[in-house]
């Protein structure tokens, strides 16, 4: 089975810049996260998607940080325009879990993006 | 979710049993204690989960207290390739955010 597909894998801007960065969830997966994970931390969640719609996005900062995920499979997370802070590492995750039942999930995760804003 | 405590570091010889010790002493009767770990340039890697009863899979096994407030997993013959970042996760549901700590960075040595 295929795993989380991101790209690019590594992507350098100046700040003011913008940029974006896709995810391919596992096949039949759900639910998407994107995660940003600042050097020497452990990833933090920015964005869930149930299918194509947004189940939390409280922690995105929604004045520079946008995500969608049009027909529930593909994702893009956007940042518009980047600032020195946002130089960290974006983890898109995905799992079977539909939604609607209590089960154990497993969370999947990508290789990451590694963005450095200089 | 819970807060958890775990040891920046540890070390362990190839070969021998690793156990990494986490603390969770404000634990919620519904809440499980998952393990992921993040090797060097990869996303996290699901490990194990535990609601009471210790757990073993192929990877690891995990040993939770009698009254939850602490945990181990045990990697019963660690290899260089287990060096990596583990992390105790504590979560009330099984869907959704996982909150990462800073977890413990395993340095397994010839």
């Given amino acids: 089975e295929a795993g989380v597909a991101q790209s690019p894998r590594y992507k350098i801007i100046e700040k003011r810049q913008s940029v974006a960065f896709w995810c391919n969830p596992i096949s039949g997966h759900a639910t998407l996260y994107w995660y940003q994970q600042i050097l020497g931390q452990g990833p933090k969640l920015l964005i869930q998607f149930q299918n194509n719609g947004v189940v939390d996005d409280s922690q995105l900062p929604k004045d520079r940080f946008s995500a969608e995920r049009l027909k529930g499979v593909d994702s893009t997370l956007k940042i518009q325009p980047a600032k020195l802070e946002d130089s960290a590492v974006y983890l898109c995750a995905s799992s079977d879990n539909p939604g609607w039942v209590s089960i154990m999930e497993t969370q999947y995760f990508g290789p990451g993006t590694r963005l450095l804003v200089l | ?110």
Avoid at chain 2, 19 to 42: F, K, M
Avoid at chain 2, 59 to 85: C, G, N, Y
Wanted: with cysteine.
């Fill in chain 2, 1 to 110: 979710d819970a807060k958890t405590t775990q040891p920046p570091s540890m070390d362990c010889a190839e070969g021998r049993a690793a156990n990494l010790p986490c603390n969770h002493s404000t634990i919620s009767g519904n809440e499980y204690v998952y393990w992921y770990r993040q090797i060097h340039s990869q996303g996290p890697q699901y490990i194990i989960h535990g609601l009471k009863n210790n757990e073993t899979n192929e990877m690891a096994s995990l040993i939770i207290t009698e009254d939850r407030k602490s945990s181990t997993l045990i990697l019963p013959h660690a290899t260089l390739r287990d060096t990596a970042v583990y992390y105790c996760i504590v979560t009330v549901t099984s869907y959704g955010k996982l909150t990462f700590g800073q977890g413990t960075i395993l340095t397994v040595h010839p």
